[in-house]
């Protein structure tokens, strides 16, 4: 945040509190989905406490279908969320990127489902 001067006291104390809030609110930046867990804010994911070193595109995808877990998150917002406008995604992109996470994701309390049609699902099976 910018302030510039002459500034009000009050102004400040009301955007040092926003920013309080907003730090507050990102604290909880792990997620967990059976033996994987992600920090988001750190990208970084494990996979029973064993380091994955993904790349940013793998990062995000995962992270985006941990937070939907067991739930079809579709293939557009999955492109959309991963490529801006300025940078199109090849066509099998996205499958690609799955491909790879399932290379990685080798945990039989945990698999990649493809719902044809649809979209993909990170499913955490019972132990």
């Known amino acids: 945040d910018y302030l510039t001067k002459p500034f009000a006291l009050d102004e400040l104390m009301a955007r040092a509190r926003a920013l309080a ?16 867990m992600l920090d988001t804010a750190g990208y970084q994911a494990w996979l029973d406490q064993i380091a994955l070193n993904l790349p940013r595109r793998e990062f995000a995808c ?3 279908l941990a937070t939907n877990a067991n739930a079809v ?4 917002s999955l492109i959309s969320a991963l490529y801006d406008n300025a940078d199109p995604p090849m066509p099998n992109a996205v499958e690609v990127i799955i491909s790879r ?3 990685r994701l080798t945990h039989p309390a945990i698999a990649l489902k493809t719902v044809r049609g649809v979209g993909y699902m990170l499913l955490e099976h019972d132990r």
Not at 21 to 36: C, E, S
């Open 21 to 36: 809030r907003r730090q507050a609110g990102a604290t909880d930046a792990r997620l967990t989905v059976g033996p994987l």
């Open 62 to 64: 995962l992270a985006i």
């Open 73 to 76: 998150v579709s293939k557009d």
């Open 101 to 103: 996470l399932r290379k």
